[in-house]
């Protein structure tokens, strides 16, 4: 028995083993990886160009200024200077001719003025040909509270435009608070005539 199972191994053995090729195939190589080529360019190098020359500044010409143009020689006038005529004055620059002293600015609009009269006229006279425009009337209180009352006459120098210059008291009250105010309404009027010389009375009378 023992023979008959060594004979049905081999049998089987046998019968597999003619299924089977006698030489298993071998994997074909692969194929040889072409060599490296390294290709080395000699290239020459070359020092950076030098930087350009620095520019020269540019010339400025300056023009010519122009001739002066010829004008005509103008006559001389009269310096004036607008200062009180009490002040003592030292010239900066050589003045020929008179010098006129004005108390101010508006005194001299107009250069070289007519010579005023001696006397002042009655700003309400018929001989000055315009009016004095003055503030509303009002009667100061101190003085209405002490009863001072009186008549104050007041000159005064107009100039074209209307201004009054140079107002003071040419005959007083007796009253300052009186004196004061018409001195103030004198110099906050406008005149409405001719320039001149002229004086107004103010009137304080309680009743």
Known sequence: ???????????LVGFLGRGL???????????????VVRVIENVALEAPPPPPPPK????????????EPDLPSLDPVAA?????????VDFA?????????????????????????????????PGAGGQLLSPPPSYPADAKLHHHT??????FRTNPTGEILGARVLRS???YSLDRDALQKTRESRFTGKAG???KAYEYELH
């Open 56 to 67: 020269a500044p540019r010339e400025i010409l300056q023009e010519a200024p122009p001739p």
């Open 21 to 35: 090729p006698a030489e298993l195939p071998r994997p074909r190589p692969l194929p040889a990886a072409p060599p």
């Open 197 to 199: 010389y002229y004086f």
């Open 173 to 175: 009250s007796g009253h």
């Open 93 to 125: 620059v050589l003045a020929t001719g008179p010098v006129v002293l004005v108390n101010s600015i508006g005194d001299a609009s107009g250069g070289r003025q007519a010579p005023l009269p001696d006397e002042p006229l009655s700003v309400d006279g």
């Open 150 to 155: 009186g008549t104050v006459l007041v000159e």
């Open 1 to 11: 028995m023992l023979t008959t199972s060594a004979g049905a191994h081999l049998l």
């Open 80 to 88: 004036i200077a607008a200062i009180p005529a009490t002040v003592k």
